[in-house]
């Protein structure tokens, strides 16, 4: 069955750094793969879309890529802030594409 | 003003009641759909429903029913609430699959259930 893996230990970082965050999937191939942001007690809300034949998206100090490969995305927060600290949740369509599948998310943590 | 909303936002309920979560949403989206959180879990699909004479099983429908009492919204029920129940649950939408071909949700902001 199709799995997702994020870390599920939080990352730490100061302040102005890059955080990068990874996302693992196994048992297929989908056609795109989302980012979302989610801060305690919140609904997820949704930051990136990038679709299989794209290698890397950007949307200001966030950046994602996509190795269809090694079945892995990677998510970085470039100059990161303490207002980045939150929870960030891959999420993927399944097989047939009708409905989403959301990784347990990886907590974030900037220091100022 | 928000476009998905979720009522009430927090409850607590005692073992055996009837409980009814509601969703409404103004992005004129067909598809709605109903997760519960839980720590460590992540999110987890209970019922969706593409339209609204269309409703189906997630993962973990036993002990929850839904409605689409139209459009726009869309509601969970749990006949007999079970301790096991407490969690945050968040009811969300996205357009058809074939405007856009991809399924990006939108969230309401949760309603946080305590069974006690």
């Known amino acids: 069955s199709q799995k997702i893996e994020q870390n599920s230990e939080a990352l730490n970082i100061q302040e102005g750094k890059t955080a990068t965050l990874t996302c693992n999937y196994t048992?297929?191939?989908?056609?795109?793969l989302q980012w979302y942001r989610q801060d305690p007690g919140r609904g997820p809300v949704f930051l990136l879309l990038?679709?299989?034949?794209?290698k890397e998206k950007r949307k200001e100090r966030l950046k994602v890529t996509f190795d269809t490969t090694l079945k892995q995305s990677l998510f970085h927060i470039t100059a990161s802030q303490p207002a980045d600290s939150a929870t960030y949740l891959c999420?993927?369509?399944?097989?047939?594409?009708?409905?989403?599948?959301f990784g347990a998310g990886t907590r974030l943590f900037v220091k100022a | 003003d928000a476009d998905v909303t979720q009522t009430p936002r927090n409850r607590i309920t005692k073992t055996g009641k009837r409980i009814m979560l509601e969703c409404s949403q103004t992005k004129g989206h067909d598809r709605m759909y109903w997760y519960r959180q839980d720590p460590g879990l992540g999110l987890r699909l209970i019922y969706y429903?593409?339209?609204?004479?269309?409703?189906n099983k997630g993962e973990i429908s036993d002990g929850y029913s839904v409605s689409r009492q139209a459009q726009a919204k869309f509601s969970l029920s749990l006949e007999s609430a079970i301790p096991n129940q407490t969690a945050l649950y968040f009811c969300?939408?996205?357009?058809?699959?074939?405007?856009?071909?991809?399924?990006?949700?939108?969230f309401g902001p949760g309603t946080r259930l305590t069974v006690l």
């Open positions: 048992n297929y191939s989908p056609a795109y």
């Open positions: 990038i679709r299989e034949n794209e």
């Open positions: 429903s593409f339209d609204v004479k269309d409703i």
């Open positions: 999420a993927l369509p399944n097989t047939g594409g009708f409905k989403t599948i």
């Open positions: 969300a939408t996205s357009p058809s699959i074939l405007t856009g071909r991809t399924d990006t949700q939108y």
